[in-house]
Nanobody, 121 residues
Framework: QVQLVESGGGLVQPGGSLRLSCAAS????????MGWYRQAPGKQREMVAI???????SYRDSVKGRFAISRDNAKNTLTLQMNSLHPEDTAVYYC???????????????WGQGTQVTVSS
């Protein structure tokens, strides 16, 4: 099992940028498929971006061209660079790890506690 801790959330104006980080401990991140998910008030949790153990990336359509997911296996860190933020990006953002790809986004994977991102003027 891997433990995950997110950081970097906060309040930002529309059009601004934030960089989220997820620090892992207890196991090497290179063994895990990784993802960022978010949950807005009254809505279900949704996938934002995922990166597999080979470095292949996928994004939800609404963040393509604005967000970038990356991993640093040497530092055991996952990052989400978010640019051109919109008010609808407001949510709690969660880091997720799965030792099998099918575990991403499920309770079978490991989750952090989340970090709040608020986009408002």
């Amino acid at each position: 099992q891997v433990q995950l801790v997110e950081s970097g959330g906060g309040l930002v104006q529309p059009g601004g940028s934030l960089r989220l980080s997820c620090a892992a401990s207890g196991s090497s991140l290179r063994l895990f498929h990784m993802g960022w998910y978010r949950q807005a008030p009254g809505k279900q949790r949704e996938m934002v971006a995922i990166i597999d153990v080979f470095g292949a990336r996928s994004y939800r359509d609404s963040v393509k061209g604005r967000f970038a997911i990356s991993r640093d296996n040497a530092k055991n860190t996952l990052t989400l660079q978010m640019n051109s933020l919109h008010p609808e990006d407001t949510a709690v953002y969660y880091c997720n790890a799965g030792d099998s790809f099918w575990k991403l986004g499920t309770q079978s994977g490991s989750w952090g506690q989340g970090t709040q991102v608020t986009v408002s003027s």
